[in-house]
């Protein structure tokens, strides 16, 4: 694929798209508050327009720049076979017991009282978006599962990904990186292994299906299940599946699933 700018500008443009949607959503966001409207219809407001504007707009944004199939950079003109796709979000499933784990390990460290302020706010206002009724459940998901699902995946995996893997460079690197800045962007240190190793598997996901709509539907899963959790007040492991031996388990059929979706991916030479 035939790309304009040079390396270094190609990723200085998606930056300085990045910031200028975090400028625009910020004046959004005072605006809206500004409004004779609730507190929730607000926050819903603020972040429709962050994940579009941050997020959605400076990937398109970037990959309309850059080139002149944006959709293939993007990883979005074509479907995962049926096979590849079921074979990730089956992989995904798995790795449920484990991720939970290992956020609960890094929960239980001994933080600091700033950065436990911090992680409990970030909490409240993911809360301040939930309602009752199913109308709010839906529009919960929307916002906070369907949306961030679609638009961080094309910033992260569809363009910051592909424009790293755009120069020579490992493949592996390009995941990890994209990975890193996933993770730091949602500013949540307790967070941040758990969001890196789940973003690196998005990362891959979309590499060796070709797709990055498997990486998108394995997002919106994962943000699903964490909203209905919190909407209903029910515990996401309410069977009991994160102990050690279960998640012992998990880490085992994730790494077979991933090495079986590797293993496809080699043999079609892609």
């Known amino acids: ?79 995962p076979s049926a096979q590849m796709f079921g074979l990730a979000l089956l992989t995904f499933l798995v790795s449920i017991p484990a991720m939970n784990c290992i956020i609960e390990a890094f929960e239980n460290l001994p933080w600091s ?3 436990v302020m911090a992680e409990d706010v970030a909490k409240s206002t993911i809360e301040g978006l939930m ?18 699902g679609l638009c961080e995946e094309l ?17 592996h690197l390009a995941v990890w990186l994209a990975a890193i800045i996933f993770s730091l962007i949602h500013f949540q240190p307790i967070g941040f292994v758990p969001r890196m190793l789940l973003g690196a598997g998005f990362g891959y996901f979309a590499v060796w299906t070709g797709s990055l709509w498997t990486a998108i539907a394995c997002h919106m899963v994962n943000n699903f299940i964490s909203v209905m959790a919190m909407q209903t007040g029910v515990d996401p492991d309410i069977v009991g599946l994160s102990t050690p031996v279960v998640s012992i388990v998990s880490v085992v059929l994730t790494v077979v699933g991933l090495r079986m979706i590797y293993s496809r991916f080699m043999s079609r030479g892609m």
Do not use: H, Y
Not at 13 to 24: A, I, K, N, R, S
Not at 155 to 171: C, I, T
């Open 131 to 148: 309602g009752q009724g199913v109308v709010s459940a839906i529009l919960s998901c929307c916002i906070l599962a369907v949306l961030p």
């Open 113 to 115: 009282a700033e950065i």
């Open 1 to 79: 694929m035939n790309l304009s700018l040079t390396f270094g500008r190609r990723l200085w443009l998606l930056v300085l798209l990045f910031v200028l949607g975090g400028v625009l959503a910020l004046l959004f966001q005072k605006l809206i508050m500004a409004l004779p409207v609730d507190a929730q219809a607000s926050l819903r407001i603020s972040m429709v327009f962050q994940q579009l504007l941050m997020f959605l707009l400076p990937a398109v944004g970037c990959a309309v720049m850059v080139t002149r199939r944006p959709a293939e950079l993007l990883q979005i003109k074509s479907l």
């Open 155 to 171: 910033f992260f995996r569809g363009a910051l990904q592909n424009l790293l893997r755009s120069r020579p460079m490992s493949v």
